[in-house]
């Protein structure tokens, strides 16, 4: 079983609806849930971090997590075109030497069509 | 404020060479992460410096892998010998702090070993 898995792409929603990405773990000690957005050829950049279990909203984004069913998930509300990259989910544990160590997913490519 | 660099962008070696990336992290980060994406793969952590110490080397694949980071500034991963298992893209990142910190990841260097 991966460590980080997430739900297989690729997704693809109409431009203004809602997308929904997912993403479960395998480690309970997990601490830091992050989501980070890839476009094709460039370095990750962070989308959200959530550390407590709820909601975290960001403008159009919600971020959803639950210590436990180790369940992260990423909702991007009125979707839009530039929104279309690979979503890559991160998790960091806490403890050891490993603190500052992300496992990510594989990803998931979300294409937002007009 | 500048963003984590990479250098080179693109490298394309002969198996049997040597190749050497450097990472320059954003100013005052001493945490600084080494990441790998093999094709079709998820991104895989390397190793992290806490300054210029190695905090975490567990992801290292073998000893033809050697990173440094001399005076806690910037880094460099070199592999000697390269084989042609080593193609990817290797990221750099960088953060303040550890737990609960961003990292912020560089463009990556494409390493193409034929």
């Known amino acids: 079983q991966k460590e980080v898995e997430q739900n297989s792409g690729p997704l693809s929603v109409p431009e203004g609806a809602i997308a929904s990405l997912n993403c479960t773990y395998s480690d309970r000690v997990s601490q830091s849930f992050f989501w980070y957005r890839q476009y094709s050829g460039k370095s990750p950049e962070l989308i959200m971090s959530?550390?407590?279990?709820g909601d975290k909203e960001d403008g159009r984004f919600t971020a959803q997590l639950n210590k436990a069913s180790q369940y992260v998930s990423l909702l991007i509300r009125d979707s839009q075109p530039s929104d279309s990259a690979t979503y890559l989910c991160a998790v960091n544990l806490l403890g050891g030497t490993s603190y500052g160590k992300l496992t990510f997913g594989q990803g998931t490519i979300l294409t937002v069509h007009p | 404020e500048a963003g984590v660099t990479q250098f080179p962008s693109h490298s394309v070696i002969e198996k049997g060479q040597t190749v050497t990336l450097r990472c320059d992290p954003i100013s005052g980060h001493d945490n600084l992460y080494w990441y790998r994406r093999v094709m079709g793969k998820e991104i895989k952590f390397l190793l992290h410096f806490v300054k210029e110490s190695k905090q975490d080397e567990s992801g290292m694949p073998n000893n033809r892998f050697l990173a440094e980071r001399t005076g806690g500034t910037y880094s460099t991963l070199k592999v000697q010998p390269a084989e042609l298992e080593d193609s990817g893209v290797y990221f750099c990142?960088?953060?303040?702090?550890?737990?609960?910190?961003?990292?912020?990841f560089g463009p990556g260097t494409r390493l193409l070993v034929l």
């Open positions: 990142a960088s953060s303040r702090l550890a737990s609960q910190e961003t990292q912020y």
């Open positions: 959530i550390y407590s279990n």
